[in-house]
DNA sequence: TATTGTTATACTCTATAACTATA
DNA sequence: TATAGTTATAGAGTATAACAATA
C-alpha cells in the first residue's frame, strides 16, 4: 500500500497526478475555496440550501413548502390581504403568487373572495380547514427551526435574526 | 383630507373595510408577519435574494452569475479537478455543472482536458484569458462584498461568516 | 392612464433518471 | 458492477411582457 493518503469511505487516493501535469486534489476536504470564503453570499446559499431542504423535509408529512407557508401565515394574520400586498410584503412576483395560491385554494386551504369595494381585487381568507392545518405547519415550522438551532447554536441562531431583520 | 394615515408614496389609504368584515391593512409595513419573524429561514431567504441581485448587478458589465463566478474560482484554485470534485465541493448537481462549464467553455474561460489517468473524466482548467478574466470578476466581487458590508454593518458580516463557516 | 389579477414565455436552479464510455 | 460525464425531463423560482376588467 503507498504511503499516499486514501479516502476514508472510498479508498481512492486522495491526490494524484493525470499526466496533464495539475494536482488533482480531488478529495473534498482537500479543495481550496479560495476567495469563496470571504463571500457572505457563499455561506448564506449554502445555508440557505440545508435550511430549506431541512424544512421541505420536516414539513413532508404536510405537503408544504416554504413559499406556501409563508403565504398562508401572512394571510392567517392578515386576513382580507389582497394578492399585490401578499405579493409585495413578501417579496413574491404577483404572476408566481398566482400559482401558488391556485394550489393552496384546490386545497381548500386559502379562498379568494372578490373584493366589493375594488372589483379588481380578491380579499385573501384562510378557510376553516386552512386555519386548523396552518396551526399543524406551524408546530411542525418550529421543530424545524429547532434543527437550525441544533445546527448552528441557540445565540447563533438569535444574533442572525437580529443581522437579518433589516431584510424581513 | 381623512384623519387616516395615508401611505407616503401612493397616497393610498393605508387601511380600509371591503365589506367582508375584513381589515385590509395593504400597506406594506402594516402587515403583521406573525411567526415568520421567529424563522431563520426567511430571513436567510430574503437576504439572499438581496444579495444574489447585488452580485448580479455588481457583475453585469461581465455577465457572470454566482454559481458560474464559484466554480471558477475552485477551478483556479485547484487546477486539474474533475467535474464531479467540483460539483461535490460547491454542493451543485453534476448534471448541471455540465451547462454551466458549456457556457464557460465557449466563452473560452475554462477548458476540459481529458485525463490520461482516468478516461472517463475531465481535468478542469483555467484558460489564460480566464484566468485574467477572473482576477477581474474577483475585483468587481469585492466591490460586491462591501455592499453587503455597507447593508449590514462590517462587524455583523464578519460574525455572520463565522456563523455560517460549519456549511462552506 | 394606472392597477389587479391573469396568462404566457424564457431562463435559472433543483432533483431525478437513464444512457455511454470507461473502470 | 460501479463511476464520470452527458442528456433529458419535471417542478420551483425569477423576471418579463401583455391582456382584460376595473379604477
Not at 46 to 72: C, H, N
Request: glycine share 6%; charged share 30%; hydrophobic share 40%.
Amino acid at each position: 500500500m503507498s504511503e499516499r493518503a486514501i479516502h476514508r469511505q472510498t479508498g481512492v487516493p486522495a491526490r494524484k497526478r493525470d499526466g496533464n501535469g495539475a494536482a488533482r486534489p480531488n478529495d473534498a476536504d482537500e479543495i481550496d475555496l479560495d476567495a469563496l470564503v470571504g463571500h457572505a453570499g457563499y455561506a448564506v446559499r449554502r445555508f440557505q440550501i440545508w435550511i430549506f431542504q431541512d424544512f421541505v423535509k420536516t414539513l413532508s408529512e404536510v405537503d408544504i413548502r416554504p413559499t406556501q407557508y409563508s403565504a398562508m401565515t401572512v394571510i392567517g394574520a392578515n386576513p382580507g390581504l389582497t394578492q399585490m400586498a401578499v405579493a409585495k410584503r413578501l417579496g413574491i412576483e404577483r404572476a408566481r403568487l398566482v400559482h401558488l395560491l391556485d394550489s393552496l385554494e384546490s386545497r381548500r386551504l386559502v379562498k379568494r373572495i372578490k373584493s366589493k369595494a375594488d372589483r379588481r381585487s380578491h380579499a385573501l381568507h384562510l378557510t376553516a380547514q386552512g386555519t386548523t392545518a396552518l396551526a399543524k405547519f406551524k408546530r411542525l415550522a418550529a421543530e424545524h427551526e429547532r434543527h437550525v438551532e441544533a445546527k448552528i447554536g441557540k445565540e447563533n441562531r438569535e444574533h442572525l435574526l437580529r443581522i437579518l431583520a433589516c431584510f424581513t
